[in-house]
T-cell receptor
Framework: NAGVTQTPKFQVLKTGQSMTLQCAQD?????MSWYRQDPGMGLRLIHY???????DQGEVPNGYNVSRSTTEDFPLRLLSAAPSQTSVYFC????????????FGSGTRLTVV | AQSVTQPDIHITVSEGASLELRCNYS??????LFWYVQSPGQGLQLLLK??????LVQGIKGFEAEFKRSQSSFNLRKPSVHWSDAAEYFC????????????FGTGTRLQVTL
């Protein structure tokens, strides 16, 4: 049981490049979310999913895209990276909404130059 | 809209002293409230959660929190802090009607002096 696995752990991108942050969980959790963490701002919700094939926007969705083709995977795509997207990204999953709390991955530190 | 305020950005306590971290929330109905801890370079670990029932909830690592509806607060406490408790602490709020929308505060960084 690996929990929530995020890859890569570190990434440097050039402005305008695209990439996908991977997130996988092996707990059969229905709910998955992506957050970004910036100094002094806590964690902000980017996108979330309540099940395979169902996604919705969070607080800061611009510049990001998601899809949920399987229960296990919830990748986050940066369409055209910008320096403002330099952040630490966390993926989280839950069995059924907030009832049992979210399990977080260890994060991806992204730098856009 | 739901929101969380953690008024203390940084707190320093001596090892063995008691600790209280403040959290105030805004939510239109009965909230789901959480405290998470983050060690440097790590993800977030759930300390405790409140949904209903007893307003004093016990968590891991000797932490507890008290829900006070009249004050819209959910403060985290520990009777005696250990050096290993140094970390950043986040309060979060959500609700049954917004299943995946967990809103976090900006965090409180705890420093423990020996």
């Amino acid at each position: 049981n690996a929990g929530v696995t995020q890859t890569p752990k570190f990434q440097v991108l050039k402005t305008g490049q695209s990439m996908t942050l991977q997130c996988a969980q092996d707990m059969n959790h229905e709910y998955m979310s992506w957050y970004r963490q910036d100094p002094g701002m806590g964690l902000r919700l980017i996108h979330y999913s309540v099940g395979a094939g169902i996604t919705d926007q969070g607080e800061v969705p611009n510049g990001y895209n998601v899809s949920r083709s399987t229960t296990e995977d919830f990748p986050l795509r940066l369409l055209s990276a910008a320096p403002s997207q330099t952040s630490v990204y966390f993926c989280a999953s839950s069995y059924s909404g907030l009832g049992r709390g979210y399990t977080f991955g260890s994060g991806t530190r992204l730098t856009v130059v | 809209a739901q929101s969380v305020t953690q008024p203390d950005i940084h707190i320093t306590v001596s090892e063995g002293a008691s600790l209280e971290l403040r959290c105030n929330y805004s939510y239109g109905a009965t909230p789901y409230l959480f405290w998470y801890v983050q060690s440097p370079g790590q993800g977030l670990q759930l300390l405790l959660k409140y949904f209903s029932g007893d307003t004093l909830v016990q968590g891991i690592k000797g932490f507890e929190a008290e829900f006070k509806r009249s004050q819209s607060s959910f403060n985290l406490r520990k009777p005696s802090v250990h050096w290993s408790d140094a970390a950043e602490y986040f309060c979060a709020v959500g609700g049954s009607g917004t299943a995946s929308k967990l809103t976090f505060g900006t965090g409180t960084r705890l420093q423990v002096t020996l």
